[in-house]
């Protein structure tokens, strides 16, 4: 058995020629997700609210039936998806983990809900995320908090902790995610899996938040492997007609061999553990980092000791996600401020509390910071540093408020990996880098690095991603098996 996969599903290429050759259906698939459900949701609350399994059945059922009889489908034909509680879904209930929407069903789906099932995926389910995905600590008032799968006691990380914890376990093979200061990077990370935060562009069709064209916020996936992650991204990012399947794999095959052709050309990373000192990293993290380069090292890949110029991110971070809330959340703060989550109150204040001087302030530090970052990752292939700061915590801690001894200025310090990066506004695909432990005594942990690429140039970024996948495949070989049931 290869450990790595387990509980995995095949690859979503793999899984839908096996439905192609009528060697798998997806009605079958289906099953395995619900027996994954059944065996392990109990411990790890990832999926709260669900799909009603008949309905989930039928669909499928008609999936299988439109693939058999050979006609144009979507990419994601048959595959079960989950989608992130803050992401509206036409009669199913979405409650952005606040008791204020507890009980509310949309009539619509939001955008990128939509064009998941225009892609033919089937929704089993609504992913656990904490209030108003704000903080990366999934954990709210409604559904109360999800576990990771390896250890209950610790957490997934957030906001899109319920789709990592969801892919970890088997439970689905497509989770959609959104990504403000680190949502789709940290969960993967903390949870072993694959999540892309997308070139920070605007999209208003994709209404990824009140502002559509802001960028701070970007909607994305994570999939148990890059491979899966790719087919998911382009669904929700770049939506495609439908085409038979056959069709599908067979542009999915000259692809591969596209890019097995150009394997041959020598990576070049740029690589820090903590950008020169200016952020904290726990010693385990380190440990586990460094075991990474010197794997890659080994395996012919460039390495060179280097980081971007990131002063001022964190203060710029720290202003327009102030800003980002009063957009999206300010209304509630003023009929609706004694159910709101503290950290959501006081990203509001914070945010009514800044004048416009100071927001364009920020916004021209923003753009400063993007002709950095994109000066510097012009001379490699991609940029790697840790994804997380920190190993998976208690589930009892809201968010870490030191690391190794050294004190934290505020609840958000210890993603500063991850939301420096969206300061900058290039994208950034974390990969599982391998395990480590606190302590001698606890569970080994997964390890999430973090790649960051060129602006504009995702694609590009998955290549890479890919190729480091495969190189760091004996890294993660030996994964714990799992304790949430």
């Given at each position: 058995?290869?450990?790595?996969?387990?509980?995995?599903?095949?690859?979503?290429?793999?899984?839908?020629?096996?439905f192609h050759d009528g060697r798998d259906s997806p009605p079958a698939l289906l099953e395995r997700c619900?027996?994954?459900?059944?065996?392990?949701?109990?411990?790890?609350?990832?999926?709260?609210?669900?799909?009603?399994?008949?309905?989930?059945?039928?669909?499928?059922?008609?999936?299988?039936?439109?693939?058999?009889?050979?006609?144009?489908?979507?990419?994601?034909?048959?595959?079960?998806?989950?989608?992130?509680?803050?992401?509206?879904?036409?009669?199913?209930?979405?409650?952005?983990?606040?008791?204020?929407?507890?009980?509310?069903?949309?009539?619509?789906?939001?955008?990128?809900?939509?064009?998941?099932?225009?892609?033919?995926?089937?929704?089993?389910?609504?992913?656990?995320?904490?209030?108003?995905?704000?903080?990366?600590?999934?954990?709210?008032?409604?559904?109360?908090?999800?576990?990771?799968?390896?250890?209950?006691?610790?957490?997934?990380?957030?906001?899109?902790?319920?789709?990592?914890?969801?892919?970890?376990?088997?439970?689905?093979?497509?989770?959609?995610?959104?990504?403000?200061?680190?949502?789709?990077?940290?969960?993967?990370?903390?949870?072993?899996?694959?999540?892309?935060?997308?070139?920070?562009?605007?999209?208003?069709?994709?209404?990824?938040?009140?502002?559509?064209?802001?960028?701070?916020?970007?909607?994305?996936?994570?999939?148990?492997?890059?491979?899966?992650?790719?087919?998911?991204?382009?669904?929700?990012?770049?939506?495609?007609?439908?085409?038979?399947?056959?069709?599908?794999?067979?542009?999915?095959?000259?692809?591969?061999?596209?890019?097995?052709?150009?394997?041959?050309?020598?990576?070049?990373?740029?690589?820090?553990?903590?950008?020169?000192?200016?952020?904290?990293?726990?010693?385990?993290?380190?440990?586990?980092?460094?075991?990474?380069?010197?794997?890659?090292?080994?395996?012919?890949?460039?390495?060179?000791?280097?980081?971007?110029?990131?002063?001022?991110?964190?203060?710029?971070?720290?202003?327009?996600?102030?800003?980002?809330?009063?957009?999206?959340?300010?209304?509630?703060y003023e009929t609706e401020r004694a159910r709101l989550k503290d950290s959501v109150a006081w990203n509001?204040?914070?945010?009514?509390?800044?004048?416009?001087?100071?927001?364009?302030?920020?916004?021209?530090?923003?753009?400063a910071i993007f002709e950095r970052v994109a000066r510097f990752v012009a001379d490699f292939d991609a940029?790697?540093?840790?994804?997380?700061?920190?190993?998976?915590?208690?589930?009892?801690?809201?968010?870490?408020?030191?690391?190794?001894?050294?004190?934290?200025?505020?609840?958000?310090?210890?993603?500063?990996?991850?939301?420096?990066?969206?300061?900058?506004?290039?994208?950034?695909?974390?990969?599982?880098?391998?395990?480590?432990?606190?302590?001698?005594?606890?569970?080994?942990?997964?390890?999430?690095?973090?790649?960051?690429?060129?602006?504009?140039?995702?694609?590009?970024?998955?290549?890479?991603?890919?190729?480091?996948?495969?190189?760091?495949?004996?890294?993660?070989?030996?994964?714990?098996?799992?304790?949430?049931?």
């Amino acid at each position: 058995m290869d450990v790595r996969r387990f509980p995995f599903h095949a690859s979503i290429p793999e899984l839908l020629r096996a439905f192609h050759d009528g060697r798998d259906s997806p009605p079958a698939l289906l099953e395995r997700c619900f027996a994954a459900i059944d065996a392990h949701e109990h411990g790890v609350n990832a999926l709260p609210t669900r799909v009603d399994r008949e309905q989930a059945r039928a669909a499928a059922g008609e999936l299988a039936a439109r693939i058999a009889r050979r006609e144009a489908v979507g990419p994601l034909v048959g595959l079960p998806y989950c989608a992130k509680d803050t992401h509206a879904t036409a009669g199913l209930r979405t409650t952005w983990g606040s008791p204020i929407f507890a009980k509310h069903v949309p009539r619509a789906n939001d955008p990128v809900v939509q064009r998941v099932l225009d892609a033919d995926a089937v929704l089993i389910a609504k992913s656990n995320t904490p209030e108003f995905a704000a903080g990366a600590q999934t954990f709210n008032p409604v559904f109360g908090a999800t576990h990771h799968p390896l250890d209950p006691s610790l957490t997934v990380g957030g906001s899109s902790g319920g789709g990592a914890a969801a892919l970890a376990c088997g439970m689905t093979v497509v989770a959609d995610g959104s990504d403000l200061g680190g949502s789709l990077r940290n969960p993967a990370g903390f949870c072993g899996v694959v999540g892309m935060r997308p070139s920070s562009t605007a999209e208003p069709a994709l209404r990824n938040a009140q502002n559509v064209f802001g960028t701070l916020n970007q909607i994305g996936a994570m999939g148990a492997r890059v491979a899966d992650l790719r087919v998911a991204h382009r669904a929700i990012r770049a939506p495609q007609p439908r085409r038979p399947l056959a069709q599908w794999l067979q542009a999915w095959d000259a692809e591969a061999r596209r890019r097995a052709a150009h394997a041959s050309h020598p990576l070049r990373l740029a690589w820090s553990i903590d950008c020169g000192g200016s952020m904290p990293v726990a010693g385990a993290v380190r440990s586990a980092f460094a075991q990474a380069i010197e794997r890659l090292r080994d395996c012919g890949v460039e390495l060179v000791e280097a980081w971007p110029d990131l002063s001022g991110a964190d203060d710029c971070f720290q202003v327009l996600r102030a800003e980002h809330f009063v957009e999206n959340w300010s209304g509630l703060y003023e009929t609706e401020r004694a159910r709101l989550k503290d950290s959501v109150a006081w990203n509001i204040a914070q945010g009514l509390a800044l004048d416009v001087a100071r927001v364009a302030a920020a916004a021209r530090l923003r753009s400063a910071i993007f002709e950095r970052v994109a000066r510097f990752v012009a001379d490699f292939d991609a940029w790697l540093l840790p994804t997380t700061q920190v190993l998976p915590f208690p589930i009892e801690v809201a968010y870490p408020t030191e690391i190794d001894g050294e004190p934290l200025r505020t609840y958000i310090d210890w993603v500063a990996s991850c939301y420096r990066i969206t300061v900058s506004g290039h994208p950034a695909l974390t990969l599982p880098g391998g395990f480590a432990a606190r302590g001698a005594v606890d569970a080994a942990m997964p390890v999430g690095l973090q790649l960051v690429g060129r602006f504009g140039a995702d694609e590009a970024l998955l290549d890479v991603g890919e190729r480091l996948e495969g190189l760091l495949a004996p890294l993660n070989d030996a994964r714990p098996a799992l304790r949430t049931s």
